[in-house]
């Protein structure tokens, strides 16, 4: 059997391509940039767990130090610190090895739009069910980047799609927080560790001679 292409077939497959070519490129580039967004939506979780790792280490000069103890008992504490995952890990092949390998530029966010944050707080705790407040130690690891969408789908999605992450972390208070949370033990603090030898000291607070197993009240200082 022998086929023939009319003039008329030729045009029609001519119409057809010119309709589905954009359509079709369209889409895979929308596909590819899904891609794209979706791994810097992952490293940007990721980065956040690494940032809720490393702020939740413990500085003993900061945290179970006698000065740090010294310096919250006289209503001084030293200030709450806590790491900030460098933002450059989001550009690394792997940020937890050494030397790490940067990425391909396929998989790089935006030029300067990657950000990172860590704040760590004293936090009160008063939820329903509790018999008295809580004192916890509060971090909030913040993680934002950006990754510019294809020229041919920016009508559509904008010109820059931001990917963020937020992440809380909570932990036991350190001893140094607690003594300046707690009037009580600051008391018992400094009546353990004031000289007594001295005259011209001023006189030490009075010693804890009952024991109660309720709730300790917080003091002012506890910011």
Known sequence: MQSFVTRGSRGQAL????????????????VIW?????????????????GGMVSAEINPYQQYSLYAAYNAASGSPLPITCATPPPGLITDGAPLAAPAAGTLPFWQ??????????AC?????SGAGMSSPMLLGSSRVSVST?????????????????RSATLNGFASPDMASLIACFGELQAAFQHSTMPQSDPSAPAPPAPIT??????????????
């Open 210 to 223: 009952t024991y109660d197993t309720g709730a300790l009240s917080m003091s002012g200082s506890c910011s």
């Open 109 to 118: 966010p935006s030029t300067g739009s990657t950000t990172a944050s860590t």
């Open 121 to 125: 707080a004293h936090l009160v705790e």
């Open 34 to 50: 899904a891609l794209q967004t979706g791994v810097l939506g992952e490293r940007v979780q990721l980065l956040a767990r690494y």
């Open 15 to 30: 119409l057809e391509t010119a309709l589905a070519l954009p359509l079709f490129l369209v889409a895979m580039f929308g």
């Open 146 to 162: 950006a990754s510019d969408a294809p020229v041919a789908l920016q009508g559509l999605l904008g010109a820059r799609q931001q």
